[in-house]
């Protein structure tokens, strides 16, 4: 399937393809238009839009979009609900909520700079996701929350 966000990713936008590919649909195409662009292409490409005003899988309330893919698609994994908090914090300027926030939000920005392509980005930020959801399962494991 397509899915399509903003370009210029960030801790979301590379948050939900990290999920999407990990947990909801393993042959996931990504698209990264402008953000006044998304829903237009969206429909021309039939293509699901996500992490961008008017989508469905958009922030709602005090959840970034990972949360939102994660409750639509009724995700009960441990260290993934574990992981969802860091990148919430992370991508809702909320640094304070968990720990890790900081320094993860701080790896996006670093990558961001170094990798301007967004395919690119993701491409290359997937292994990080892939590590922190390892931390994730290993603090879940060892009675974290």
């Not at 237009?40 to 996500?50: D, L, M, N, R, S």
């Not at 959840?63 to 919430?88: G, H, P, W």
Request: hydrophobic share 45%; charged share 30%; glycine share 4%.
């Amino acid at each position: 399937m397509k899915w399509i966000t903003r370009s210029h990713v960030h801790v979301d936008r590379v948050a939900c393809p990290w999920l999407i590919t990990r947990f909801v649909d393993s042959d996931a195409t990504f698209l990264f238009v402008p953000k006044s662009k998304v829903l237009e292409v969206a429909q021309k490409e039939g293509a699901i839009p996500f992490d961008t005003p008017g989508a469905e899988l958009h922030h709602r309330g005090d959840l970034c979009s990972f949360d939102v893919i994660i409750q639509e698609y009724q995700l009960t994994d441990k260290a993934l609900l574990r992981m969802a908090r860091i990148i919430n914090a992370a991508d809702t300027d909320r640094l304070d909520a968990d720990p890790l926030a900081a320094g993860f939000e701080a790896i996006a920005v670093g990558y961001s700079l170094r990798y301007p392509d967004d395919h690119e980005n993701i491409e290359r930020q997937f292994e990080v996701y892939d590590a922190l959801y390892a931390w994730c399962r290993l603090d879940v494991a060892r009675g974290g929350e």
